[in-house]
């Protein structure tokens, strides 16, 4: 299982568990970690706010807005994600 860091104000706040992409977004199982960044994040989404991540590494990173609905079955979808140059 490939696990792909997500980014949040520069921060690790979890993985992306075997992800896979359709059109412009990309999904796939959400493993958060237990920091402070992760619960700021998590009240972000909840709140309404467009939560704006990177996905990757940073020499192949893409960004993305986080789809709030997702984090009902336990995944997460990034729309209208898009490589970084």
């Avoid at 998590?42 to 984090?71: H, K, N, W, Y």
């Amino acid at each position: 299982m490939t696990k792909t860091s997500l980014r949040w104000h520069d921060e690790i706040v979890g993985f992306i568990e075997d992800m896979k992409g359709e059109m412009f977004d990309v999904y796939g199982k959400w493993i958060p970690l237990d920091t402070k960044a992760t619960h700021d994040f998590l009240a972000a989404i909840e709140s309404g706010e467009e939560v704006l991540v990177q996905i990757g590494s940073r020499e192949s990173e893409m960004t993305g807005v986080v789809v709030p609905e997702s984090f009902l079955a336990g995944t997460i979808s990034i729309r209208y994600s898009f490589e970084n140059h």
